[in-house]
C-alpha cells in the first residue's frame, strides 16, 4: 500500500531531526514542564503522519490538476491570456501558502507595524507577476541563463534602497512563498505549458519555474519596506520581542486550522473546475479521482500544519536560546554551528516541496537521478545555510557578507553548468523553505538573536534584523550544491557516453577483423579445393 511506503519512508527521513530535539531538550538542557516532552511526541508524530497523507493525496490531485490546467492553456491560443492566468493562478496558490503564513504572524508579532494580509497579498502578487513572465519565457525561448543573471543583477543593485530590517526579511518572504501548496501546483502548470508551447518540448525547459517565481516576492518585500518607512517620516520603529509560546491544547489548534487549511486548497479547485468545464474535461471518473485525492491533501496538511504548531515551534525557538545561556561558557554557543547543519539538514530531508521536486527529477530523468539523491544533495547545501546563518547572528554580520558571495559563485556556475540543471537549481532553492522550516528554524534562529540581543544590550541588532535570514541562506546554497550534482552529472554522463562509442568502436572493428579473417579462410580453402 502506497501510504504505508510513503510513511516509513517519512519516519526514516525525520529521525535524525528527532533525534537532535532528544538529545538537546532530554539531555542538553532539559525542558522545566514535562508537559512539553508530551508536545513534542504529539508534534512529531503529527508531522510525519500528516506529511505522508500529504504526499500521497498529491499525487493524485494537486499535480494532475496543476499539469492539466497548463497542458490546456495552449487552446487559450492567445499568449497574453495564458500569461494572465498564469499571474492569477500564481497569485492564489502563494496566499493560500501555508510557510507564507507562518512567516507572516512571525513578522506581525515582532514588528506591530506590519500589516497581515497586506503583506500576504504584497507577497502573492509579486509571485504572480513572475509566474507569469516564466510562461512567457517558456513560450519565447528566452535563454534561462540569461534571465537568472539580469534579475539578480537588478537585485543586489536596488538593495541600496532597502531598509535594512527589510533585506533578510524579503529573502525569508521568497524562501516561504514556496512551499507545500504552491510549488506542486506551479511546477505541474510550467510543465504542462513546456510540454505544449515550448519550441524545444524537452526538459531544458521544464525546471525554472519556480526559480524566476522566487525573485517576485523578494522584489515586492523591497517595495514594501521602502513605502512602511517613508510612512513613518525615514525612521522604522523599533522591533518588539519573539515568543512564539507553547500551545496547550492540540484540539484548539486543530479546530482553529480547519478553515486556513481549507482556503490554502480551496483557490486551486475553484480555478480548476472552469478549466475543467470549458478546456480539460477529464472523465467523470478522472475528476471524482481527483476531487477526493483532495481529501488526504486537506486532512494531512491540517494535521502536518497544527502539529508544527502544538509540538515544533516552541522548541525550535527553545533549542536557539539555550546554547546562549550566560550561565554556560563562552565556548558552548559555537555548538549551536553542529547543531544547525543537522538540523537544517534534517529538516530538508522532511519538507514534502522537496520531495515532490525530487520525484519530477526522477521522472524525467527515467530514474538516472533518484529523487532521495536530489534531497540529500538539499540535505547538505541547507545544513551549510544553516550553519551560515547561526555564524551571521552570532557575530551579528551584515547578510549581503554572505549573500553576496554565494550568488556571484551561483551565478558563475551556470557556465558550466546545462540549462536543466540550472533551472533545477534555482527552484530547489525555491521550494527549500517550506513550512517545517519556517516553522522551525525561523524560530530557531529568532531564539538565538533575541539571546543575543538580550546579551549585548543596546548595542546588538535588532531581532528583526539580525534574526530572519534563514530562509535566505536555504535559498542561495542549494544553487551551489544542485549545480555542483549537475557538473558532476553531466561529466560522467560524458565520459559513459565516449567509453559506449569506443566500445561500438572496437566492435566494429572487430567485426572487420572477423571478416577479414573468414575472407582469407574462404581464399585458402577455395585455393586447397582448386589444387586439388
Known sequence: ???????????????????????????????????????????????????????????????????AMGESMVKLKKVAFIILFGVLFG?????????????????????????????LWIMGAGIGVFVGFSL?????????????????????????FVPEQFIALAF??????????????????????????????????????????SVGPILAVFIY???????????????????????????????????????ALFPVIVAFLPFQLLLIKLSRRDLMRILLGTIPVYIGLLVFLSSIDFGFAFAGEYIGRVFLDPGRSEWFKWLLLVVGFILGGAITLSEPAVTVLGGQLEELTSGHIRGMTIRVTLAIGIGLASVLAVLKIITQSHILVFLLPLYAVALVMMKFT???????????GGVSGGALTSAFLTPFTLGIAQAVAAAEGPAAQS??????????FVSVTPLIAVQTLGIIYETRYKKARVRAEEDELLGLEELAG???????????????????
Open 463 to 472: 531581532v528583526l534584523t539580525n534574526g530572519f535570514g534563514i530562509i535566505a
Open 136 to 160: 512567457y519565457r517558456l513560450m519565447k525561448d528566452i535563454n534561462i541563463k540569461l534571465v537568472f543573471f539580469l534579475m539578480y543583477a537588478a537585485l543586489f543593485l536596488s538593495v541600496v
Open 225 to 263: 519596506g521602502i513605502a512602511l518607512k517613508a510612512a513613518h517620516g525615514g525612521v522604522l520603529p523599533p522591533a518588539g520581542e519573539y515568543n512564539p509560546g507553547a500551545a496547550e491544547n492540540f484540539g484548539e489548534i486543530l479546530l482553529g486550522n480547519l478553515g486556513g487549511v481549507a482556503l
Open 514 to 532: 572477423l571478416a577479414d579473417s573468414g575472407e582469407a579462410a574462404a581464399t585458402s580453402i577455395e585455393g586447397a579445393v582448386r589444387d586439388e
Open 1 to 67: 500500500m502506497k501510504l504505508i511506503r510513503v510513511l516509513r519512508e517519512t519516519l526514516v527521513t525525520s529521525l535524525p531531526l528527532a533525534a537532535v530535539i532528544l538529545i538537546v531538550c532530554g539531555f542538553i538542557s532539559p525542558m522545566p514542564d514535562p508537559f512539553d516532552y508530551v508536545k513534542l511526541i504529539i508534534g512529531y508524530a503529527g508531522v510525519v503522519i500528516g506529511q505522508s497523507l500529504f504526499l500521497v493525496g498529491l499525487d493524485i490531485s494537486i499535480l494532475p490538476v496543476g499539469k
Open 91 to 119: 497569485f492564489l496558490a502563494t496566499i493560500a501558502e501555508p510557510a507564507l503564513a507562518v512567516l507572516v504572524r512571525q513578522t506581525h508579532m515582532i514588528m506591530d507595524e506590519v500589516n497581515e494580509t497586506l503583506f
Open 172 to 213: 525569508d518572504g521568497s524562501g516561504a512563498t514556496t512551499g507545500d501548496i504552491s510549488v506542486p501546483f506551479i511546477l505541474a502548470l510550467g510543465f504542462g505549458v513546456a510540454a505544449t508551447m515550448s519550441k524545444h518540448k524537452n526538459n531544458d525547459d521544464t525546471f525554472g519555474i519556480i526559480g524566476i517565481a
Open 418 to 428: 546545462s540549462k536543466m540543471f540550472v533551472g533545477l537549481a534555482f527552484d530547489s
